[in-house]
């Protein structure tokens, strides 16, 4: 469902600002990282490593959450929980330079390492809390949710 970004938040994924990623580990506990995201106009994405820990959380468990927040209104934020509906290494090193160019103006992703291996994750937006102190709450959810 590509409409469940609202319009006026779209913008929140362009920006260069961080998400804050939720996975669940092994023993059912919360696990949050900082990812750089965006947003291709049907699903949440965000890059890593292979082998990562939320790599391997996201692999056994692919309902996940993230939260990203307006640099220059931290009262403006949006919060999307859905589900990793693929993991796919085509196109992956791509991504992560132009993640790359937009979070530090670089070309090419700077930190690989040896043998590493990108990976996409896309989540499906399921239920979303945007939020802006100027308007107040919206929320949407698919029917899946």
Same mark, same amino acid.
């Given at each position: ?13 362009? =920006? ?22 965006? %947003?291709?106009?049907?699903?949440? !994405?965000? /890059? ?5 820990? =939320?790599?391997? /959380?996201? !692999?056994? /468990? ?10 220059? /209104?931290? %009262? ?13 290494? =085509? ?11 937009? %979070?530090m103006g670089q070309e ?35 029917? !899946?949710?």
């Amino acid at each position: 469902m590509s409409n469940i970004i609202p319009d006026e938040f779209r913008d929140l994924f362009d =920006k260069k600002t961080f998400g804050h990623l939720d996975t669940v580990m092994k023993d059912g506990t919360p696990h949050v990282t900082p990812v750089w995201c965006d %947003y291709d106009g049907t699903f949440v !994405r965000f /890059n890593s490593a292979k082998g990562r820990l =939320k790599d391997k /959380n996201v !692999r056994r /468990n692919p309902h996940v959450a993230i939260s990203v927040q307006d640099p220059e /209104n931290p %009262y403006r934020y949006i919060t999307v929980r859905g589900e990793i509906v693929e993991v796919t290494e =085509k196109g992956a090193d791509d991504h992560i330079d132009s993640l790359a160019k937009k %979070y530090m103006g670089q070309e090419k992703y700077p930190y690989r390492g040896p043998g590493e291996v990108r990976v996409i994750y896309k989540i499906r937006p399921e239920r979303v809390l945007a939020w802006s102190r100027a308007t107040g709450a919206v929320s949407k959810s698919t029917d !899946r949710a």
